[in-house]
């Protein structure tokens, strides 16, 4: 991290419930660092110090508001750690963000795609940019992975139906391991030496996804992964239920630098509580399809591709 500084700054979404909680948790209880977090509404609580600035995941507009707060803040002060960890899950895919696109898509992918390259100017030199990703990107670990990528078609989904809403969260988690790979792979992140991990917290019981859902989908969920989960995690260990506590533990740990991958990998996954390197799915490495992501996301947010 940057020596020069009094202080480490780091810039956080989706610490408010789950496991992201017990990540500000930890993190902000080191001394010496400044913690910025965006969130919706008013009156979270926060560890003591703190600051919240105002941040709608669903909104294009709201992802540029706080990237420009952020900024206007700092005055001039690096990032040292960028963790992007919010996420959302819905029962079918139907529901639409602020300017029009399937709206788990947006807030997973697109939004932080936006405020990843918004903010890449303020990171410090041998910063860290965090991007929560998941295991479900992978058809060889859970069979709703995808195994094509249609950006166009994950804005703008056609078909719904009973699936539709996980699977097009499996879809926004193969979206953030693609987008990962492709902010490693700048020019400008290698010559500041900037770290970029993708940031799997396995199968985590007690965190707020899918709190959109009817209570009934809710309680199937629960009932799956307190019994099916758990028989098929004897065979599979990426079924073993973790805790929200050792996965902001985790997070934490990644974030703060405390853990990074052996070299030339950016994937880490928390499997049966400990830390693992794995190899993504074949669809995760493909360069074409970074660059092919890279690009249609930014004609959607508004911004050119120059950088990819």
């Known amino acids: 991290?940057?020596?020069?500084?009094?202080?480490?700054?780091?810039?956080?979404?989706?610490?408010?419930?789950?496991?992201?909680?017990?990540?500000?948790?930890?993190?902000?209880?080191?001394?010496?660092?400044?913690?910025?977090?965006?969130?919706?509404?008013?009156?979270?609580?926060?560890?003591?110090?703190?600051?919240?600035?105002?941040?709608?995941?669903?909104?294009?507009?709201?992802?540029?508001?706080?990237?420009?707060?952020?900024?206007?803040?700092?005055?001039?002060?690096?990032?040292?750690?960028?963790?992007?960890?919010?996420?959302?899950?819905?029962?079918?895919?139907?529901?639409?963000?602020?300017?029009?696109?399937?709206?788990?898509?947006?807030?997973?992918?697109?939004?932080?795609?936006?405020?990843?390259?918004?903010?890449?100017?303020?990171?410090?030199?041998?910063?860290?940019?965090?991007?929560?990703?998941?295991?479900?990107?992978?058809?060889?670990?859970?069979?709703?992975?995808?195994?094509?990528?249609?950006?166009?078609?994950?804005?703008?989904?056609?078909?719904?139906?009973?699936?539709?809403?996980?699977?097009?969260?499996?879809?926004?988690?193969?979206?953030n391991l693609l987008t990962a790979q492709s902010f490693a792979a700048l020019d400008e992140v290698k010559a500041r030496q900037i770290t970029v991990i993708a940031f799997s917290p396995g199968l985590t019981g007690g965190t707020s996804l899918g709190r959109d859902s009817p209570r009934l989908m809710r309680a199937f969920v629960m009932l799956l992964m307190h019994t099916v989960f758990r028989v098929v995690g004897f065979f599979r260990p990426e079924y073993v239920i973790g805790t929200p506590e050792r996965s902001g533990e985790a997070l934490a740990e990644v974030s703060l630098g405390e853990v990074t991958p052996p070299r030339g990998r950016i994937y880490v996954s928390l499997v049966k509580g400990e830390l693992t390197f794995p190899t993504p799915s074949e669809l995760a490495q493909s360069r074409d399809a970074q660059i092919r992501l890279w690009r249609e996301s930014a004609t959607m947010v508004g911004l050119d591709d120059r950088a990819s």
């Open 1 to 175: 991290m940057n020596q020069t500084k009094s202080e480490r700054v780091v810039v956080m979404t989706g610490v408010t419930a789950g496991l992201g909680a017990h990540a500000l948790q930890d993190i902000a209880s080191h001394p010496n660092t400044r913690v910025i977090i965006g969130a919706r509404g008013s009156g979270r609580t926060v560890p003591p110090r703190v600051e919240v600035i105002p941040l709608d995941l669903a909104s294009l507009a709201s992802v540029r508001q706080f990237a420009e707060t952020v900024t206007w803040r700092l005055a001039g002060t690096p990032i040292d750690i960028l963790v992007l960890n919010a996420g959302m899950q819905t029962s079918t895919n139907k529901g639409r963000s602020v300017d029009g696109y399937e709206l788990t898509f947006a807030v997973n992918h697109l939004a932080h795609y936006l405020l990843a390259r918004l903010l890449l100017p303020s990171l410090a030199e041998h910063g860290r940019i965090v991007i929560t990703t998941s295991e479900t990107h992978d058809p060889a670990v859970t069979p709703i992975a995808p195994k094509t990528l249609e950006p166009h078609w994950l804005a703008y989904p056609d078909k719904s139906g009973i699936g539709s809403g996980i699977r097009a969260y499996a879809a926004s988690k193969l979206c």
